[in-house]
């Protein structure tokens, strides 16, 4: 592999983290605020999506050839970062798919060292490369898949990539809670 398919192998990698953590859930719980700033997973997934496709279309001369509403210059504060009632757990993972494979023919195209411009960036830093921009999406990427992970903990205990994913020890609920309030104990102690 080249260091393109290398990189573009973990932006996938991430994009696939980020849409399991949704798997199995109800649409509430998709969707629900779990943090005091309202972070939610679905809001993750559809956020993610609406990065990746301004970042690898917009940058590159190479747009959507759909509107998006969140994304638009009108939309209201933090529109991509919650799904409302009449948007459904479908089309966002649709919007996601679509995203990717934008994304994916961008990268595809282009080498590495393509100049792309981000026209919401400071002028001193908006010309880039398109190595730049897969470091920085997989970056911001693997960020919320992050924040996915500690919210889908949060709500029913899953963890990992997977099942029975090898680096997440095999523990009972009975063995977390134990190293949890060791960890507790040593946490007050300090």
Known sequence: MDDKEILHTYLRRGRDSLLTKIDGLSDYDARRPLTPTATNLLGLVKHVAGVQLEYFGVTFGRPADRTVSWLAEDA?????????????????????????AHSDATID?????????????????????????????????ARHAGHADILRESIDGEVGLRDADPNIPGRSAE???????????EARRA
């Open 109 to 141: 195209a282009l080498s590495l060292d393509a100049i792309g411009d981000v026209p919401w960036w400071l002028p001193e830093t908006r010309r880039v490369t398109l190595h730049q921009i897969l470091v920085h999406v997989i970056a911001e990427t």
């Open 76 to 100: 209201a504060d933090d529109a991509d970062m919650w799904v409302p009632a009449a948007e459904s757990r479908a089309d966002i993972i649709e919007f996601h798919h679509y995203s990717a």
């Open 175 to 185: 063995e977390w809670a134990l190293y949890r309030a060791m960890i507790e104990a």
